[in-house]
């Protein structure tokens, strides 16, 4: 019932309580019959004993004990009689309920009445010929009679009143059941078209948090299901006031994250030429005047910061371009073939790591642009060397996906990981990693970043996986020809 939809939680709630209703009554009505029927029953066994009792032959003397009870006037089909004089059974019968004639009791049925006798109110008793609601009353003699008349037409009327309340309970429950469904349904019509566009909103609008530009949120809920008054004119006029303010609060946001852009690639592309000139006269200077020792630490700190400063700024301005929606150059490029240059120059600028290779023996190639994948391949390469300890181990990879249509690009390592706090943010701008894999070597935190966005821009997703020990980064990209048939990967130390 908690997970059913609105209409069929309505509609079970109302034939629970219409079921309950029609219990209570018919309850109360099957008792009410049931008392009115034995009364009824009750009165005609009285008049019956009355009859038996001052039961007269023709010569209008008191009976005697020749006298049988049972064909006192006025005794219907089915009476039942038992005369009991001295502690004996003087005379005893049933009234046949079909022919009228008189059927003997059995011994059974005998000491069942005799032992059940009451003489101060009726008493069921159950017998060979039948149930029978049986009374005793004194007679003029001494002793007593027992008369009885059959329940079986009573307990007939109850059962079929019985079966009636239950076909009509039965029938009302289902047709208004079948009403109800309808009704609420067409009732609860608006309900459904406000629900239909906050789904249609929330598709369009999945990832508030996403840097990628959103669309203006066009969708509306209808004028005849936003009129304030109802419960569902509340709920569509409160959804497209919230629907204006997170469109406002998304156009005011992008135009300043376009702001920001555009702010950044114009000082990137301004900060080229001064940071040039910084270093040429730096360089300059350096090859023209003498200086001493501690001129010498001065310059090269200015020439290291300088390229530091411009690698920054051509970072900046790259992820402003991309951006601004730039294409990369389409040309094919051999993954095999890019992997072992990028790992063979790490293992050159870094031979306290341990780097390892995995490469199919076919060439995998994919369209893009050269530089800007082995950038992605150099970041990753070197995040994985600024954040792990010396001696750990790093390895790429390179596979065709299983649905033969992408590129499966891996880098991991062994190091400490990256605690799970952090992992939603690891392809944030300027998100710096925590201590345990910062490593020694300053960081911007622009290199992530910049490979989420060229691989995107190439058309694929990068995806990371980290715990304690192993640290993962794989990249899929589009293939630019169909593989070859399955080839066991090479490995390379």
Not at 97 to 103: L, N, P, Q
Not at 238 to 267: C, G
Request: glycine fraction near 6%.
């Amino acid at each position: 019932m908690k997970r059913a939809a609105l209409r069929t939680r309505l509609v079970a709630a109302l034939l629970i309580m219409l079921t309950l209703i029609c219990l209570v009554i018919g309850f109360f009505t099957h008792t009410i019959l049931r008392t009115t029927t034995l009364g009824q029953l009750d009165a005609e066994l009285q008049d019956a004993t009355n009859r038996a009792v001052n039961f007269r032959d023709g010569s209008d003397r008191i009976r005697t004990d020749d006298d049988d009870p049972l064909y006192a006037p006025g005794q219907a089909s089915g009476t039942l009689t038992v005369r009991v004089s001295s502690g004996l059974v003087a005379s005893s019968g049933v009234l046949d309920s079909t022919t009228g004639e008189r059927v003997s009791l059995t011994a059974d049925d005998l000491e069942e009445l005799t032992k059940e006798a009451d003489t101060a109110s009726p008493q069921d008793a159950e017998l060979s010929v039948g149930e029978y609601r049986v009374l005793a009353k004194e007679d003029h003699h001494g002793g007593f009679i027992i008369v009885g008349l059959p329940t079986a037409s009573a307990k007939q009327t109850l059962r079929t009143f019985d079966r009636s309340i239950i076909i009509v309970a039965t029938s009302g429950i289902l047709v208004t059941g079948v009403i109800g469904w309808l009704i609420i349904r067409r009732s609860l019509r608006p309900l459904e078209r406000v629900s239909s566009v906050a789904t249609s909103v929330a598709d369009s609008v999945s990832d508030l948090s996403s840097e990628k530009e959103h669309a203006p949120i066009t969708q509306r809920v209808d004028a005849r299901d936003a009129q304030p008054g109802t419960e569902v004119g509340n709920v569509g006029s409160a959804l497209n006031n919230l629907l204006d303010n997170v469109d406002q609060a998304l156009t005011v946001r992008q135009r300043s994250e376009q702001q920001m852009r555009n702010f950044a690639a114009d000082a990137s592309h301004e900060l080229r030429t001064p940071l040039a000139a910084v270093r040429g006269y730096s360089e300059l200077i350096r090859a023209t005047e003498h200086l001493s020792e501690d001129g010498e630490k001065s310059i090269q700190r200015v020439l290291d910061q300088s390229d530091r400063m411009s690698a920054l700024v051509e970072n900046l301005l790259l992820l402003a371009r991309l951006d601004q929606g730039q294409k990369p150059k389409e040309e094919p490029v051999d993954l095999s073939i890019l992997v072992a240059e990028s790992v063979q120059d790490q293992r050159i600028a870094s031979a306290d790591h341990q780097w390892k290779m995995q490469l199919p023996e076919s060439s995998v190639t994919v369209r893009g642009d050269r530089q800007q994948l082995a950038q992605v391949l150099s970041n990753l390469l070197s995040n994985a060397r600024k954040h792990t300890p010396e001696g750990s181990e790093v390895i790429a990879s390179l596979r065709i996906a299983t649905d033969r249509a992408h590129a499966e690009l891996s880098v991991q390592d062994n190091g400490p990981g990256i605690t799970p706090e952090f992992l939603p943010y690891i392809f944030k701008r300027f998100a710096r990693a925590d201590k345990a894999r910062s490593g020694t070597d300053g960081t911007t935190g622009l290199g992530l970043p910049i490979v989420k966005a060229i691989v995107e821009a190439h058309g694929g997703t990068i995806v990371a996986a980290s715990r304690p020990g192993h640290t993962e980064f794989v990249v899929r990209l589009p293939l630019a020809v169909p593989p070859q048939p399955d080839r066991a990967p090479s490995y390379s130390a």
